[in-house]
Nanobody, 119 residues
Framework: QVQLVESGGGLVQPGGSLRLSCVASGSISSIYMMGWYRQVPGKQRELVATITNSGTKKYTYLVAGRFTISRDIAKNAVYLQMNSLKPEDTAVYYC?????????????WGQGTQVTVSS
């Protein structure tokens, strides 16, 4: 199994920046993709960005051009650099990993980290 631990959330003013980090442990070789989702109370969890093992990235249009996802394979880590933050970016951000085993693919989630954008 894979475990994920996030860090880097906090309070930031509109227009500011934050960098989220997520480190994976356990069955690292089973990971084929990592990414970030976010959720606000009363709404479904939504995809923010993903990155494959080969480096292919995907973003929701809501953050394209402001957020950058990156990955350090050697450190088993994925990062989300968030610039030009807006109040509507306020949410709990979850690190996600897609992994596989002999039974198929499965999702792994981190514990979540709060990001609050407010003046």
């Amino acid at each position: 199994q894979v475990q994920l631990v996030e860090s880097g959330g906090g309070l930031v003013q509109p227009g500011g920046s934050l960098r989220l980090s997520c480190v994976a442990s356990g069955s690292i070789s089973s990971i084929y993709m990592m990414g970030w989702y976010r959720q606000v109370p009363g709404k479904q969890r939504e995809l923010v960005a993903t990155i494959t093992n080969s480096g292919t990235k995907k973003y929701t249009y809501l953050v394209a051009g402001r957020f950058t996802i990156s990955r350090d394979i050697a450190k088993n880590a994925v990062y989300l650099q968030m610039n030009s933050l807006k109040p509507e970016d306020t949410a709990v951000y979850y690190c996600w990993s897609g992994a596989s085993n002999e039974e198929g693919t499965y999702d792994v989630w981190g514990q979540g980290t709060q990001v609050t954008v407010s003046s």
